[in-house]
């Protein structure tokens, strides 16, 4: 059987499709455990993301363990938009610093 077969596949299949914006990252918006997943919420808050869905990888092990493999991004966080993976926390922050991360979000959250 495949890797993208497996239930946590389909799983994070349908976390990553059934949201526009989907961040993994290690703890929560209010509460991030990592310098990094801190800075990809600010940056997101920033740009304007007001229907971000955050998964914690830190309490879903199986999803830490399957999303590199999944999107073929070994760190975390890993941001999608509208299903596709866009990154980590340096290429969130880039995208916002040239403001083409709020016009990804606005052309999200219309959606």
Same mark, same amino acid.
Not at 18 to 27: A, C, Q, R, S, Y
Not at 30 to 38: E, N, R, T
Not at 45 to 48: R, S
């Given at each position: 059987m495949s890797v993208q077969g497996t239930p946590?596949?389909?799983r994070i299949r349908s976390e990553v499709t !059934?949201? +526009?914006?989907?961040? &993994? *990252? /290690? !703890?929560t918006p209010?509460? +991030? *455990?990592? !310098?990094? $997943? $801190?800075r990809a919420v600010q940056a997101l /808050? @920033? @740009?304007?993301a007001s229907q971000l869905h955050t998964v914690n990888v830190l309490e879903e092990p199986e999803i830490r @363990?399957?999303?590199p493999r999944y999107s073929?991004? +070994?760190? &975390?966080p890993q941001l999608f938009i509208h299903g596709e993976l866009i990154g980590g926390c340096d290429i969130t922050c880039e995208l916002a610093e040239s403001g083409e991360l709020a016009r990804m979000i606005s052309e999200a959250?219309? @959606?």
């Open positions: 946590i596949q389909s !059934g949201h +526009p914006i989907v961040l &993994f *990252m /290690k !703890g209010q509460f +991030p *455990m990592c !310098g990094f $997943s $801190s /808050k @920033a @740009a304007g @363990a399957n999303l073929d991004w +070994p760190t &975390f959250q219309k @959606a």
